[in-house]
């Protein structure tokens, strides 16, 4: 069974705070994603990664930045968090394999920026 | 650019009656099209994928290329069917990068 795991369920944060959200995925995924999910906009994607140290901007990259040191492990971070940036942030992971097209998520983790 | 439209955020049908849930896109390429589901508290995940032309949970979605649609049905809505939905499209890359649509809330009342 695929596992995702994000570090936080819920976190809350002042601004200016640099902030890290950190997902593990223990499936040897080599891609793995970084959405954030706001109500009525969907699912929009910031960065993601298709191998260790390697990684490319999505739909909406600014004000963010992302890191993956160990294949497992993928990291967003905030460099100096915004209100705007208060939303639930989702990870995923795929394996690279042009038959296998499906991604699997964490649960999930809720910012507050105040 | 690739985009993905599902035009009603909220639907709301009786237990028992059909439900279709609208999504468009636009892509010029060939689509590699999907519905995921999120269940009240649980995780987002993979109900169909449009390549496998199959029934999940009583739901199908054809892939209509003419009117660029992918609408998934059912023909008798149950309450466990309540969930967030959204669509989304493929655009073919190796890495699989996915661009999502709105996302659609299914309300069936009993």
């Known amino acids: 069974d695929v596992k995702v795991t994000q570090s936080s369920r819920y976190l809350v944060k002042r601004t200016g705070e640099k902030v890290f959200l950190e997902c593990v995925q223990d499936?040897?995924?080599?891609?793995m994603f970084w959405y954030r999910q706001d109500p009525g906009l969907g699912l929009r994607l910031i960065y993601f990664?298709?191998?260790?140290?390697?990684?490319e901007k999505g739909d909406i990259p600014e004000g963010y930045s992302v890191s993956r040191e160990k294949k497992e492990r993928f990291s967003l971070i905030l460099e100096s968090a915004s209100t705007n940036q208060t939303s639930m942030y989702l990870c995923?992971?795929?394996?690279?394999?042009?038959?296998?097209?499906?991604?699997?998520f964490g649960p999930g983790t809720r910012l507050t920026v105040l | 650019a690739q985009r993905v439209t599902q035009p009603e955020k909220l639907l709301s049908v009786f237990k028992g009656a059909p439900v279709e849930l609208k999504c468009n896109y636009s892509?010029?390429?060939?689509?590699?099209l999907f519905w995921y589901v999120q269940y009240s508290r649980q995780r987002l995940q993979l109900l169909l994928r449009?390549?496998s032309r199959e029934s999940i949970k009583g739901f199908t979605a054809d892939l209509n290329k003419g009117e660029t649609s992918f609408h998934l049905k059912k023909p008798f809505a149950q309450e466990e069917d309540s969930a967030m939905y959204y669509c989304?499209?493929?655009?073919?890359?190796?890495?699989?990068?996915?661009?999502f649509g709105q996302g659609t809330i299914l309300t069936v009342h009993p």
């Open positions: 989304a499209l493929r655009t073919g890359t190796s890495y699989g990068k996915l661009t």
């Open positions: 449009h390549i």
């Open positions: 990664s298709y191998d260790v140290k390697m990684k």
């Open positions: 499936m040897d995924h080599e891609n």
């Open positions: 995923a992971s795929s394996p690279v394999a042009e038959w296998f097209d499906e991604q699997f």
């Open positions: 892509y010029s390429g060939s689509p590699e």
